[in-house]
T-cell receptor, first 109, second 115 residues
Framework: EDQVTQSPEALRLQEGESSSLNCSYTVSGLRGLFWYRQDPGKGPEFLFTLYSAGEEKEKERLKATLTKKESFLHITAPKPEDSATYLCVCGGSNYKLTFGKGTLLTVNP | DAGVTQSPTHLIKTRGQQVTLRCSPKSGHDTVSWYQQALGQGPQFIFQYYEEEERQRGNFPDRFSGHQFPNYSSELNVNALLLGDSALYLC??????????????FGPGTRLLVL
């Protein structure tokens, strides 16, 4: 059974304090790994798609990387508006998406 | 370019009632997936529609049914509502995956409260 595990469950940072979120996956035939940001009571907002090990994507203060077993979402000099739940999602060979439980990020001013 | 839209935004029903939620996909997308997200949990896959047919289904009872129309919009129907059906219902659209996985774009969700 495909599994996606995100850590930590919650992360509290000071504004400007860089850190990384981890997503470990056991997925048969990974066909894509996605990162989403979700604000409370709203739908997930698409951030990145990664397809193969070694791939990296960047957007403003966020950078996503992918290896054969895990993905990292690096946050550089975060701001309070980066506070949200970050979801890691994997698409496997069964053409179904497996969601991680998310990391709740809080950035204090 | 409008993204994924859902209606209504909020809904209150009582146990035993039936509800219909609606979704319009992002322009150019042909596949619609529905998810249930309970408070504090990640989204749970309900089913996916492509070419007006249910292509995949998650572990949800037959009380959950859906439909896709020729214009690719979709409906989610839930019969005999239970208290446990209270959740945020998310619709996501994409192109049908043929090789690599296609990115799914989510709508804002419909918040359903069952009393």
């Amino acid at each position: 059974e495909d599994q996606v595990t995100q850590s930590p469950e919650a992360l509290r940072l000071q504004e400007g304090e860089s850190s990384s979120l981890n997503c470990s996956y056991t997925v048969s035939g990974l066909r894509g790994l996605f990162w989403y940001r979700q604000d409370p009571g709203k739908g997930p907002e698409f951030l990145f798609t990664l397809y193969s090990a070694g791939e990296e994507k960047e957007k403003e203060r966020l950078k996503a990387t992918l290896t054969k077993k895990e993905s990292f979402l690096h946050i550089t000099a975060p701001k309070p508006e980066d506070s949200a739940t970050y979801l890691c999602v994997c698409g496997g060979s069964n053409y179904k998406l497996t969601f991680g439980k998310g990391t709740l990020l809080t950035v204090n001013p | 370019d409008a993204g994924v839209t859902q209606s209504p935004t909020h809904l209150i029903k009582t146990r035993g009632q039936q509800v219909t939620l609606r979704c319009s996909p992002k322009s150019g997308h042909d596949t619609v997936s529905w998810y249930q997200q309970a408070l504090g949990q990640g989204p749970q896959f309900i089913f996916q529609y492509y070419e007006e047919e249910e292509r995949q289904r998650g572990n949800f009872p037959d009380r959950f049914s859906g439909h896709q129309f020729p214009n690719y919009s979709s409906e989610l129907n839930v019969n005999a509502l239970l208290l446990g059906d209270s959740a945020l219902y998310l619709c996501a659209s994409s192109l049908f995956p043929t090789g690599g996985e296609e990115t799914q774009y989510f709508g804002p969700g419909t918040r359903l409260l069952v009393l």
